[in-house]
């Protein structure tokens, strides 16, 4: 797939997909990682202990991780090859034009300085160079009648699941072993979006077939000390458009709370590319930048409030129209008489 489309996909310090050690998130920079936070959308994985790491499995071409510390507090190792750390204003890492694959990076503390991670940004392999990607969002909860239904493109099972409604539509679980799936084709990437809280834990996902660097099950981690809406709880590329997957993910500990909001499918279009989205959102403030889909859907947004202004002016052009011509006639009434 050297010649895939590359398309960005941001990660707060929150997501599952980073994996912290020795502690996700303690009261003690210096045991682990703390977080750290002024609003649930401004947060700071923050460590000071010298050995602590964090480390991301993807399939893609680059990567750029956002922070701060001083140089030569850390390392990165991506695929075993090590560099010392040389941060660069916001940026404590980057890299990109990799070989199209899977990759795995690493970051660990050389000293007490202290660092802080704030969030990620991946390129993934997603269709062909010359395509466009666009996003079939499939949401878990649909509202009908005031009342939440779960959508039947989500398959349970293993537990009980609940729709909800109220703060933000998902679909949750509290069960050991409860169970969503979903199958689909015609699709390149997915990101699957959810939340994470102090009342969240493991779970894991599978893939069949599997698909990127999703080559077995991999187990993740929901555990946060503040709610963080709209977290990339998974993400993958690099999948086959023709072939048919199903995604099985499963609530791994007792009276602690699993919640999916959506499936976001990452479809191609051929053809039509800019061919100028290979870095597109992989370098701006906080890795979150607009990435195709969004721009597409803003494009056809804006063209249909276009067309509704352009009918609107035509209705009011005749309606202006047609009172001139009744006053027109009332007055030529009057002068008859």
């Known amino acids: 797939m050297s010649n895939s489309n590359v398309y960005a996909i941001a990660l707060k310090d929150t997501s599952p997909m980073l994996a912290y050690s020795p502690y996700r998130d303690i009261n003690s920079r210096t045991s682990g990682w703390m977080l750290v936070s002024q609003n649930p959308d401004t947060t700071a994985h923050w460590s000071t202990m ?36 040389a941060p660069s204003d916001s940026i404590l890492y980057e890299t990109q034009g990799l070989d199209v694959g899977k990759h795995t990076l690493t970051l660990s503390l050389s000293n007490s300085d202290g660092l802080n991670i704030t969030s990620v940004s991946v390129a993934s392999a997603v269709g062909k160079s010359e395509s466009t990607v666009v996003q079939v969002i499939r949401d878990t909860v649909h509202a009908i009648n005031g009342a939440p239904v779960a959508d039947s493109f989500f398959q349970t099972s293993g537990g009980t699941w609940i729709p909800h409604l109220d703060s933000y539509y998902r679909l949750d679980t509290t069960s050991v072993g409860g169970t969503l799936s979903f199958s689909f084709s015609h699709t390149s990437g997915i990101i699957l979006y959810g939340s994470t809280n102090y009342d969240h834990s493991l779970f894991s996902v599978t893939m069949n077939p599997t698909a990127g660097a999703t080559t077995s099950q991999r187990t993740f981690n ?23 997957y199903t995604v099985r993910l499963e609530n791994l500990a007792s009276e602690t709370y699993f919640e999916l909001y959506s499936a976001h499918l990452l479809q191609t279009v051929e053809g039509s590319s800019d061919n100028g989205n290979s870095t597109l959102g992989l370098r701006g403030p906080n890795s979150h930048g607009l990435g195709t889909a969004p721009i597409v859907g803003i494009a056809v947004r804006c063209a249909v409030l276009l067309a509704l202004l352009a009918i609107i002016a035509v209705l009011f052009w005749k309606r202006q129209q047609t009172q001139t011509t009744v006053c027109r006639s009332i007055v030529a009434s009057k002068s008859t008489a």
């Open 222 to 244: 929901a555990t946060n000390s503040l709610l963080s809406y709209d977290s990339v709880l998974f993400f993958e590329s690099g999948m086959v458009s023709s072939t048919t």
């Open 50 to 85: 010298s050995g602590a790491s964090f480390s991301l499995d993807f399939y893609g071409s680059g990567i750029v991780i956002y922070g701060s510390a001083n140089a030569g507090a850390f390392s990165t190792s991506l695929d075993s090859k090590v560099t010392p750390g």
